[in-house]
């Protein structure tokens, strides 16, 4: 079964060769209900959860194949304390990386793998290049909606669930200039599920 925070938990990929910027790739990886919200206003994925428990047994829409291949997760605080809040912590041994202007609390038994940055989206992609990384998925609907607006994301898993929840909270926001996209492969799930992947074309 998907956990909720998994296909919430969403990665883009960023090939940066433009600006004297180094080349890393950024990936996202995110379920959304049919009319785009990734979480209710008051940020719950009961809809989520609910569409889960209609899975096989085993089937994980290819997030852990994804995961696999993501050197790091960068998300925003909301999106950590919202993660927080599940039974279990969802990333295992990945290194999740936390933005944020203020000091963060880290639990104790998770101090090991989630550290706190302050730095721009260019400025963390810049520095974990020169680490070595070579693919990270950014999380979180603010975080990957700066990250596409600064031109860092270069491409995006969509998962759609169907459902449609009304209102809450969007995946993506208003674009001082719009983003095109390829898409590059679609799959369509017996129990309902539509999966889309786009590049995001270059400009």
Known sequence: MIKSSKLSVRCTQIIFRRNNILSLIVSVFIATSLDGFIARENDSLDWLDDANKTLPIGEDCAYEKFM????????????????????????????????????????????????????????????????????????????????????????????????????????FSSLIKDIKLKLQNTKAYDFGFVQMKYQIIEQ
């Open 68 to 171: 696999q291949g993501v050197d790091a997760l960068v998300m925003g605080r909301h999106t950590y304390e919202k993660v927080l809040t599940f039974k279990q912590w969802p990333y295992k041994n990945k290194r999740v990386i936390v933005l944020s202007s203020t000091k963060l609390k880290i639990p104790n038994d998770l101090s090991t793998y989630i550290e706190h940055s302050s730095l721009s989206g260019k400025e963390l992609c810049a520095s974990l290049e020169k680490e070595g990384l070579k693919r990270i998925c950014v999380d979180g609907g603010i975080t990957i909606q700066r990250f596409l607006s600064a031109k860092l994301i270069k491409d995006l898993t969509l998962t759609i669930i169907p459902v449609l929840i009304g209102k809450g909270k969007p995946l």
